[in-house]
């Protein structure tokens, strides 16, 4: 509950959340000024984990850059990948085979409930309830055998190559992923929605609580889950189509609350929509090759280029500047959840530091991408 | 096309010398060589972006109020820093959150000896973590920024690690 708090500055005291604490999941810091439970002020402080991949990849060609992707968002690193691939194929021309693009959506769209499924487990977890994280784990860890048996890592993958990936998908991984599908189908409504969504406990710790608006989205340039819990219809797969994925049929979930709730309405829905897609391309994927033929040595011609991916937690943009040589002259990331984390001081203030950490929980935060 | 073409024109108002033309594929090859102030209408499919704008630094509010009126949201900002011709240059990406996508990529430069630029804060507080970054890597000044500290390096940092002649 959100309750309109005049601080008595003399009676007001900080708070330190982090950077170790285990409600933020890594080492995210948050200055809390309180005014007894009450918060006050809410001022995030990044860093801690700061590697400056963008300096990484000045000093680095564009292929030997792919593997730094995938250990920024360790929880959606094939998005990631992804992103990499496609802006420097944009940069260079590079054309890439259809079956390549297949497997590249299946892939990232496995990722994208895997990553859906630990956010779950982790948010249940900071709210208290420890079992649904066994649930999630279990179903996680079938996406991430599947994913081990092509790409070769089980987190930070590094399988995407300039002009296709590096592996082909067989029968035994399409079966596998078949059943997969079949099988979290089979447990989302019981062990998924009963246990949990239509939990009373849970509906009264996230129900009504950070609402977000859709104008504090679009100001402080939030993406994702978390603008569309807040009516906005936004995905970049939509609205922005690239790789294949305007031959697919699946619909972008929306809610109109703003709260917590509605952010975990949006992810359990886009686990079924991800089903789809994953689906759909097994169903029509084509036969052929899945690598082009690329010059060893990429020298893209020099220009400003732009390309955004929709990540598990929103938009991933890379701004890469080109002079013509074979190293990036710039490349800035966009990386989604630093700005959905910087309306997190506007939206904390005010409320109660139990319902504050609900709220954290609800914007998916995963660290290394923040600081990259 | 009815966005962009709306948007460039709200842009052109800024612009009153130039002569906003349509660059086709064939021909779009400026690369990143200085040009004039103006607007350029670009290919998204080979850049990403459907504009390219490039402003005088004092010119940003403006462009960002204007921005903020067409309802485009602040994407990112990122700082290019060119030593050889002693300048830096910071461009700003603007998107659209839903109905028909339309990028646009506001640059401006300048003097890379005394790199100041005002703040956007005020119209978009998505900048305020940006420009922090842009400031903590490439010592850029916004003026009127209300925290300009640093962001993502330590507070005792004394050195700008994203321009071109910073050895570590």
């Keep these: 509950m959100t309750v309109p708090v005049s601080p008595r500055h003399d009676e007001t005291f900080v708070l330190n959340l982090g950077p170790q604490h285990p409600a933020t999941h890594g080492v995210l810091r948050v200055k809390l000024t309180m005014d007894g439970?009450?918060?006050?002020?809410?001022?995030?402080?990044?860093?801690?984990?700061?590697?400056?991949?963008?300096k990484l990849a000045e000093a680095s060609t564009f292929a030997q850059f792919m593997p730094n992707t995938a250990r920024m968002d360790y929880l959606h690193a094939l998005a990631f990948n992804h992103g990499w691939a496609l802006v420097v194929e944009k940069a260079a021309g590079i054309e890439v085979p259809e079956?390549?693009?297949?497997?590249?959506?299946?892939?990232?769209?496995?990722?994208?409930i895997a990553s859906h499924l630990l956010w779950w487990a982790a948010f249940l977890l900071d709210l208290g309830g420890f079992t649904p994280l066994l649930y999630a784990f279990d179903d996680r860890e079938k996406i991430i055998d599947l994913l081990?048996?092509?790409?070769?890592?089980?987190?930070?993958?590094?399988?995407?190559?300039?002009?296709?990936?590096?592996?082909?998908?067989?029968?035994?991984?399409?079966?596998?992923?078949?059943?997969?599908?079949?099988?979290?189908?089979g447990r989302m409504p019981r062990l998924y929605h009963d246990l949990v969504t239509h939990n009373i406990i849970l509906i009264k710790r996230i129900k009504d609580i950070g609402i977000i608006s859709a104008e504090q989205c679009r100001r402080y340039g939030a993406t994702g889950p978390v603008a569309r819990g807040s009516g906005i219809d936004y995905?970049?797969?939509?609205?922005?189509?690239?790789?294949?994925?305007?031959?697919?049929d699946f619909d972008v979930p929306v809610f109109n609350e703003g709260d917590s709730m509605a952010r975990y309405m949006v992810r359990m829905?886009?686990?079924?929509?991800?089903?789809?897609?994953?689906?759909?391309?097994?169903?029509?994927?084509?036969?052929?090759?899945?690598?082009?033929?690329?010059?060893?040595?990429?020298?893209?011609?020099?220009?400003?280029?732009?390309?955004?991916?929709?990540?598990?937690?929103g938009s991933l943009g890379h701004r890469l500047v080109?002079?013509?040589?074979?190293?990036?002259?710039?490349?800035?990331?966009?990386?989604?959840?630093?700005?959905?984390?910087?309306l997190y001081g506007e939206v904390a203030e005010g409320m109660l530091l139990a319902d504050a950490l609900a709220l954290m929980g609800s914007l998916d935060l995963v660290i290394p991408e923040i600081d990259r | 096309m009815v966005v962009v073409e709306q948007t460039r024109v709200a842009l052109g108002t800024l612009f009153p010398d130039s002569h906003?033309?349509?660059?086709?594929?064939?021909?779009?090859?400026?690369?990143?060589?200085?040009?004039?102030?103006?607007?350029?209408?670009?290919?998204p499919a080979k850049h990403g972006h459907h504009i390219d704008v490039l402003c005088r630094p004092d010119q940003v509010v403006a462009v960002a109020r204007i921005m903020d009126g067409e309802g485009y949201f602040l994407e990112s900002i990122s700082g290019v820093d060119w030593p050889d011709r002693q300048q830096f240059e910071i461009i700003y990406d603007y998107n659209r959150l839903g109905g028909e996508h339309c990028r646009v990529m506001?640059?401006?430069?300048?003097?890379?000896?005394?790199?100041?630029?005002?703040?956007?804060?005020?119209?978009?507080?998505?900048?305020?973590?940006?420009?922090?970054?842009?400031?903590d890597f490439y010592g850029i000044h916004f003026q009127d920024h209300p925290n300009l500290i640093r962001i993502l390096l330590p507070e005792d940092a004394d050195f700008y690690p994203l321009r071109k002649d910073y050895m570590p």
Excluded at chain 1, 99 to 112: G, H, K, P, Q
Excluded at chain 2, 20 to 43: F, H, K, M
């Design chain 1, 322 to 342: 080109c002079n013509g040589d074979k190293n990036p002259y710039k490349l800035k990331l966009r990386s989604p959840t630093f700005s959905n984390l910087s």
């Design chain 1, 235 to 248: 995905d970049v797969r939509k609205h922005e189509p690239y790789s294949v994925y305007p031959e697919f």
């Design chain 1, 37 to 54: 439970e009450y918060i006050v002020k809410a001022e995030p402080v990044l860093g801690y984990i700061h590697r400056m991949h963008e």
């Design chain 1, 148 to 185: 081990e048996r092509i790409t070769g890592s089980r987190l930070t993958y590094c399988y995407m190559r300039f002009g296709g990936v590096y592996n082909d998908i067989d029968d035994e991984f399409i079966k596998g992923t078949r059943d997969f599908i079949k099988r979290l189908r």
């Design chain 2, 20 to 43: 906003p033309t349509a660059v086709s594929s064939e021909e779009d090859n400026q690369g990143t060589a200085p040009r004039e102030v103006g607007i350029l209408v670009t290919d």
């Design chain 1, 99 to 112: 079956r390549a693009e297949y497997i590249r959506v299946i892939t990232v769209e496995l990722n994208r």
């Design chain 1, 269 to 313: 829905h886009e686990m079924e929509q991800s089903m789809r897609i994953i689906e759909q391309a097994l169903d029509k994927l084509p036969e052929g090759p899945v690598m082009a033929k690329v010059p060893k040595v990429l020298k893209p011609g020099a220009g400003y280029y732009y390309s955004a991916v929709e990540t598990a937690r």
């Design chain 2, 106 to 135: 506001v640059r401006t430069l300048m003097d890379r000896n005394q790199p100041v630029v005002p703040t956007i804060t005020e119209v978009f507080p998505a900048a305020d973590w940006h420009e922090r970054e842009t400031f």
